[in-house]
């Protein structure tokens, strides 16, 4: 199954719309203003909050928890490296491997197989992205670490800046 995200270009706080391949509404993310921390929740349809992402302060390295149901489920890491960045997804067992500068990567199970798959289209008002997930049980899940990656790389990119 596949998952468009489109990210709204003039937002104070980070928005996107996620459509299905019907481009039907499916889910909308929407950061907190004026918070310490990033802090992201994700709705469907209807309003009803599925996911909540929020950024834990005061950590060297970006380091996200994502809950559901109130229970926290998932963190994701920024672990430390020199060359390119690389992300832990731990509570799910699941890696991430690919070129996030280009926004081409994978995320896989403790088996190996595929989560979900994720390409950046380049020529576009806006950042999107096309999400292929393998099993629909997975789908909030997929989402979840997916934009928290990607909230997470634009944190970098941002502080890179600022400090050039």
């Known amino acids: 199954m596949k998952l468009y995200i489109k990210q709204k270009v003039f937002s104070i706080t980070d ?4 459509k299905d391949e019907a481009e039907t509404d499916k889910y909308f993310v929407e950061g907190e203003f004026f918070t310490l921390g990033k ?4 709705k469907d349809a209807n309003g009803t909050e ?11 390295l970006p380091k996200y928890f994502i809950f559901m149901e ?4 998932a963190e994701i890491v920024q672990k430390l490296s020199f060359f390119k960045p690389k992300y ?24 190996g197989n595929l989560v ?19 099993n629909p049980e997975d789908e909030k899940m997929a989402l979840a670490a997916v934009i928290t990656i990607d909230m ?3 944190q970098a990119q941002s502080r890179n800046n600022n400090h050039n």
Not at 70 to 73: E, R, T
């Open 50 to 60: 599925q996911v909540f992402i929020q950024q834990k302060l005061l950590s060297f």
């Open 152 to 154: 997470a790389m634009q």
């Open 116 to 134: 979900v798959s994720l390409t950046k289209a380049w020529f576009s008002w806006g950042d999107s992205y096309e999400l292929n997930i393998t």
């Open 88 to 111: 832990i997804i731990t509570g799910l067992d699941w890696t991430v491997e690919g070129d996030f500068s280009a926004h081409q990567y994978q995320i896989r199970n403790k088996d």
């Open 39 to 42: 802090k992201l929740h994700i």
């Open 15 to 18: 928005k996107f719309t996620v």
């Open 70 to 73: 109130d229970q926290q489920v």
